[in-house]
């Protein structure tokens, strides 16, 4: 928004001076304020839910900036063939909730007001939401600036990694949100392991006896994004 402009300058003049390897964006104006600075090259742009092509992928790669995220919601096929058409210049993430939606619109607050009900509701990451037509129960929370609602169940890759290391990905990441230092901690020490050893087995299974509160799923590696929501 206009008013963070400042705020968003300064923050990225003091990661140029760290030297980082690299700065996730979503908001081309993170773009205009970096190529100002001369930061562009370090961008990798991860819009969430919109960079579903090899030809949306080359457009942002002419801005000069690194590499781009793929949308969550893509198969494994897809995937693979866009990082194919990309070597080294596409991430994806490999475990976590996944964002599903945003709305500029306050919700959760609308709605409690709504039904008359006091609740805190900004940045509370503690409230889920139940659809008529899922089981689950999809996280949710709003800031300042709108209201993001995630999956119910955190994306499990396990199975696929041996396919997704059959061809150049820049970056394998972990979402964290809604989730606990520990779990973040065991989640990346058993992608990496795998990683490692690509035919060690049962590491998903590990996983989920390990934390039976928390519900996984990789149906979006193999069904449309259509099939899905």
């Not at 949710?140 to 609602?149: H, L, M, P």
């Not at 696929?160 to 809604?178: A, E, P």
């Not at 590491?203 to 149906?219: A, C, G, H, Q, R």
Request: avoid cysteine.
């Amino acid at each position: 928004f206009d008013e963070d402009v400042k705020d968003l300058k300064k923050t990225l003049e003091f990661l140029k001076s760290l030297a980082v390897d690299g700065i996730l964006f979503s908001d081309m104006a993170v773009f205009m304020l970096a190529r100002d600075l001369g930061i562009e090259h370090l961008l990798i742009y991860a819009p969430g839910m919109t960079v579903v092509n090899s030809l949306d992928v080359k457009e942002y790669l002419d801005l000069n900036i690194q590499a781009v995220e793929l949308a969550n919601e893509i198969t494994l096929e897809e995937k693979i063939e866009i990082a194919k058409n990309n070597p080294g210049k596409v991430g994806i993430v490999i475990s976590g909730y996944l964002l599903m939606s945003f709305s500029k619109r306050l919700a959760l607050s609308n709605y409690f007001e709504e039904i008359n009900k006091d609740v805190d509701v900004f940045n509370n990451y503690n409230l889920k939401l139940k659809e008529a037509t899922r089981d689950g129960l999809m996280p949710t929370y709003q800031s300042s600036k709108g209201t993001y609602i995630y999956s119910e169940y955190i994306l499990d890759s396990f199975k696929y990694i041996k396919d997704l290391m059959s061809v150049d990905f820049k970056y394998f990441r972990i979402d964290g949100i809604f989730l606990s230092q520990p779990i973040i901690k065991d989640l990346y020490d058993a992608y990496s392991k795998q990683v490692k050893d690509l035919d060690l087995s049962g590491l998903s299974l590990t996983i989920k006896n390990k934390y039976p509160e928390l519900t996984f799923n990789d149906i979006f590696y193999t069904t449309k994004t259509s099939e899905v929501k």
